[in-house]
Structures are given as structure tokens and as C-alpha cells.
């Protein structure tokens, strides 16, 4: 179960041992970590979850450390008896890649073979400036250490939610923190150069923290995300993914920049998991367009101001479920309309009403729906089943006319002879017909 979440700077100059005389010059900072160390000590954590963006990076994946036991020391800032060594969590940190790939999000564990390849050789100063902290209150616990990728951010956002999944079936008592500073160009000479920018992003994402308004974030511009010059945002981003299921409190204990990048130091308190998941803006607008055609007959109007993230074309798949069952899917392959808030709202009401397979919705099923939303990238062909993946990738086939669709990371759907078998049979194409496979990823919102 989660017990408690949080997001650490890493500067190492706010261990003793490194920063010397250099520490009165974070003062707000040390004091922030202290009493944020303390609260995640009373929650008592039996294993804690670290992402840090100085540990393993993948462009399309994420990886976590692999190993019976986890290691580092400050040996590269000058402090070489600072060390730490904990047992690692693998059995949570493969639940946790189980429910990803489930989620479409693949996750690899990082063997010493894979290490030097991928920038990652322990324990990094991204997970030890915190847990030196979390030390000093008491905290001994067990631990799994996940890196960042370029994943999108809404592949990150899934990724949190499927950790989330792993750790609340897990029977260990559980704390998650993300690693990150905030931008790096806070004044003339900082690190990175200087952006006024990176003051309007630092503000934001605090002010967003003390207020818990996850959409803000997920919602940056790009340009300022850009300008700020961080490292801390696909690790919160994560962070809050796992977050979404919980009722939380959050509270900022600090915030400075005296050497030109933000350290922001802020806790969550978990006070209890919600009845029913708060549902994103697509699958929003999904349930509106269905129960609005329901309840007059006519499609619903498309928005004077389109949601954020739904301006762009795409093709788009509507599911939905009733205890667990399917009750209709329908989709485009590619965009048939301007945008992808208006694909939503057409295959919404397809899904409920023109699925050939069910009987069409009625309006007093509507409470019981879970709706999911698919939003696919362009298909793109593959030359053999070997360039396809079930968890990964939907899968197209096409012979003479005929094109069946699979969407990725299907319950009970494992292998790619099985994914490729059940396209054939919905476009009724025979085995030993001939057929042009294409492959693409989704996007899911639930």
C-alpha cells in the first residue's frame, strides 16, 4: 500500500558532507528536506520507490535497477564515506513493469550488462541526496530506483497509474519519491544559462502543488517547459500519475534558487484511495456525446473551446465495459474528422449504439459504463510479425479490401500470433491468406 509520496531536489550540495560551509546558503532547503524526512518517517515505509532523471534513460521505455542489492556513495562530490546499500525490491519493482506493460508502457530491468550502455551504475545522486535525508530520520527500508525516459507525458502519467496498481496490491508498505529540481535558469549565470522563463515555470508547478491542479501541469506549454531548462517534471509527472486514485493533501515545505535552479521540496499525504476513479477529459467528453445522443437523438455539439491535448487529428478507438465486459468498441483507424475531441464525440456514440456485436446501449446502463479512450498514432507498416508486440503495439491487417484492427495491451491477449489470429478472424481474413501488417501505439485515457 502507499503510505506517502514526495518530491526531492537532489542538489548534492545540501548533504554536510559535500557542501560545507556552502550549506548556510540553503538553509530554507535543508530545513524543508528535515521536516519533509520526518513526516515520511512517521508513515513507517517498508520500501521506497525512487524515479530519478540521473538513473537509467530510454528514449521509449522505462528502466528500473536490477540486482539483490543497490548501492552508491558521494565519492564523485567529494565525499566518499557517505555511502548507502539496501536490498532491492525486485519483486515489486517486476509487478510494477507487469502492470505498465499492461498499460502500453514497456519497463526494463537494467542488468549489469545493460548499465554503462544506459547511463545508469547505481545508485545516483538523484536518489541519494533524498534517501540521505530520509536516513537521518530514521527511515531503513528497501528499494526500487526508476529512471525517466522521453516517453510522452501522458505515457509517463499511465506509467504512474500502473505503479500505482503494483504497489497497492502490494503487501509492503510503500513510498514513492520523485527526484527533480526545477528549472535550471533562474538568473544570469545559472547552470544552464538564464530565462526569465524559468521563474514563471517554477511558480507554476508550486503553485500547482500547493492546490493539487494536475491538469495544470499536465498541461504546460511546451515552449515554457523548454525555456525552464528542468529536470524534475517527467519524474513528478509520474509521481502524480500514481497519485491520481487518492485523496490527497499536499503541502510545499520549501522553495529557493540560490545558485540559479529551483529546489522545491513538497510532501503528499495519502488520506484515503477514492470510491471511483476521477475520470480524464477525453473519457469526460466520451460519457457526455454517448448520454447526450441517448437522451435526444442527436450528436452532441462540438465544444466552442476545444479541450487541451484533443486540438490535433488522430485517429481514435471509444471502448466500453460493463462489469468487466465488453459492451461495444468502435474507432478510426485515421482521423475522419477536424479534431480529435470531435473523433471522440462520432465513435463515442458509434461505440454505443452501432457496434454490430451488441445490442445498442440504453440510457439506464450509463452509470455502469467504464469508458476508455484511445488515442492511436499514425499506423506505420512492418515487414514481419517479429517488428510487433501485443503490449506495445495495435496491429492492422490487411488483404484484398479487408482490414482488421487490434488494439495493444489487451487483457489475456499475450503473444503476437494470438494479437495477429483474432484481426484476421474480425476482418475475415483465412489463415493462409496472404496480408500487409501495420503497427501503432496508443495512448489510453480511462
Known amino acids: 500500500m502507499l503510505v506517502f509520496a ?71 562530490f567529494g565525499a566518499p564515506e557517505v555511502s548507502f546499500r539496501a536490498a532491492a525490491d525486485l519483486e515489486l519493482a517486476r509487478a510494477v513493469a507487469g502492470e505498465a506493460g499492461k498499460a502500453g508502457v514497456e519497463v526494463i530491468e537494467m542488468k549489469e550488462s545493460l548499465l554503462a550502455r544506459f547511463q545508469a551504475n547505481g545508485l545516483d545522486h538523484g536518489i541519494m541526496v533524498p534517501l540521505y535525508y530520509l536516513r537521518e530520520a530514521g527511515v531503513d527500508a528497501g528499494l526500487v530506483a526508476f529512471g525517466i525516459s522521453l516517453l510522452p507525458f501522458e ?95 499536499s503541502k510545499v515545505y520549501s522553495y529557493e534558487g ?36 441517448l437522451r ?4 452532441l455539439p462540438a465544444p466552442e473551446s476545444v479541450p487541451a491535448g484533443m486540438e490535433e487529428r488522430a485517429g481514435v478507438f471509444v471502448s466500453l465495459k460493463k462489469h468487466g465486459r465488453l459492451r ?11 479534431n480529435v475531441a470531435a473523433e471522440i464525440i462520432n465513435n463515442a456514440v458509434s461505440a454505443g449504439v452501432q457496434d454490430p456485436r451488441f445490442w445498442p446501449v440504453e440510457p439506464e446502463e450509463l452509470p455502469e459504463l467504464k469508458i476508455s479512450v484511445d488515442v492511436l498514432t499514425p499506423p506505420e507498416p512492418v515487414a514481419s510479425e517479429e517488428e510487433l508486440d501485443p503490449k506495445r503495439y495495435g496491429v492492422i491487417v490487411r488483404s484484398r479490401g479487408r482490414t482488421g484492427l487490434l488494439l495493444p495491451a489487451l487483457e489475456g491477449i499475450d503473444t503476437v500470433e494470438e494479437q495477429v489470429r483474432i484481426a484476421r478472424q474480425k476482418a475475415g481474413i483465412r489463415p493462409e491468406e496472404p496480408v500487409q501488417l501495420a503497427r501503432f501505439e496508443v495512448i489510453r485515457y480511462e
Open 258 to 293: 540560490p545558485f540559479g535552479v529551483g529546489y522545491l521540496v513538497a510532501g503528499f499525504r495519502i488520506k484515503e484511495r477514492r470510491q471511483e476513479r476521477q475520470e480524464s477529459p477525453y473519457v469526460r467528453l466520451a460519457r457526455a456525446s454517448l448520454e447526450h445522443y
Open 328 to 338: 461495444g468498441c468502435i474507432g478510426t483507424i485515421e482521423p475522419c474528422q477536424e
Open 155 to 249: 505515457k509517463l502519467f499511465q506509467f504512474g497509474r500502473a505503479l500505482n496498481k503494483a504497489v497497492a496490491d502490494s503487501p509492503r508498505r510503500v513510498g514513492l519519491i520523485a527526484s527533480g529540481d526545477l528549472s535550471h535558469r533562474l538568473k544570469p549565470g545559472a547552470p544552464a544559462g538564464y530565462d526569465p522563463q524559468g521563474r514563471v515555470f517554477d511558480e507554476t508547478i508550486r503553485d500547482a502543488l500547493a492546490q493539487m491542479d494536475v491538469e495544470r501541469i499536465l498541461n504546460l506549454p511546451e515552449e515554457l517547459v523548454e525555456r525552464a531548462g528542468e529536470c524534475g517534471l517527467r519524474p513528478l509527472i509520474m509521481l502524480l500519475g500514481a497519485l491520481q486514485d487518492y485523496d490527497v493533501e
Open 6 to 76: 514526495g518530491f526531492a531536489p537532489h542538489p548534492p550540495i545540501i548533504v554536510p558532507e559535500v557542501g560545507g560551509s556552502e550549506l548556510d546558503k540553503v538553509t530554507r532547503t535543508v530545513k524543508g528536506m528535515q521536516e519533509w524526512a520526518r513526516a515520511a518517517a512517521a508513515a513507517r515505509p517498508e520500501t521506497l520507490v525512487f524515479i530519478s532523471p540521473h538513473g537509467s534513460f530510454l528514449r521509449e521505455a522505462l528502466g528500473y535497477l536490477g540486482g539483490k542489492e543497490l548501492a552508491g556513495d558521494f565519492t564523485a
Open 296 to 299: 435526444t437523438g442527436k450528436l
